[in-house]
């Protein structure tokens, strides 16, 4: 595994830490790929025990696939091309419903060497959507095209851990806080 977008190695596996999670929520995963082609999914399923997490995923590189295969609507991607927060989401949704999973976790972007579409190289979205709702982050990354693929399937891991994360002090009475991100609260349960 490369370096994140701050170009720190991840402590561990973050892979490891979502699949564990969700096979102990009993809940399944399904990515879709853009710039990274298959990079996410292929660290998914090295992880022991990913089978009864990991539905599948789809890799839609090019713009019409994640139409037909994503099921992302024509005229958004007609309006504001493949590299967009609104198309991330339409992916991450289109896996989750395609695959039949718990949740879904997209990656689009421009790894380079040239802009795309007038996006410059660096510009990522990574987005998840869950049973809880949906949240797309925007990275603006520097490097070669390896560190931003690497560090784009970095992020797209650790944006999903959160939202688990979020989604797991949601069910627990009086940490609210923790869901909404605030962890001094959380740290002392909600007082």
């Known amino acids: 595994m490369g370096t ?13 830490g979502v699949v564990h999670r969700l096979a102990q929520r009993h809940e ?27 539905r599948g995923g789809l890799i839609v590189y090019a713009t019409e696939l994640k139409a037909w295969l994503a099921g992302v609507p024509e005229d958004l991607l007609a309006d504001r091309g493949p590299v967009d927060p609104d198309v991330a989401l ?6 989750r419903r395609r ?3 718990d949740w879904g ?8 060497p040239q802009p795309q579409g007038g996006k410059p190289v660096g510009l990522v979205y990574v987005a998840v959507a869950g049973p809880g709702g949906a949240e797309v982050t925007r ?5 070669g095209r390896d560190h931003i693929r690497s560090a ?16 797991d002090a949601a069910t627990v009475p009086g940490t609210q806080a923790a869901a909404d991100g605030d962890p001094a609260t959380a740290a002392t349960g909600g007082r």
């Open 4 to 16: 994140d977008a701050n170009g720190r190695r991840p402590v561990g596996s973050p892979a490891a």
């Open 28 to 54: 399944t995963l399904a990515t879709v790929e853009s710039l990274t082609g298959g990079l996410l999914s292929a660290s998914i399923v090295e992880i022991a025990g990913v089978s009864g997490v990991y």
């Open 90 to 95: 339409a992916l991450a949704e289109g896996g």
């Open 99 to 101: 695959c039949g999973a």
């Open 105 to 112: 976790l997209a990656t689009t972007g421009v790894a380079g």
């Open 139 to 143: 990275l603006d990354l520097d490097g």
């Open 152 to 167: 784009t399937v970095i992020e797209a891991l650790r944006l999903l851990a959160q939202r688990i994360h979020a989604a």
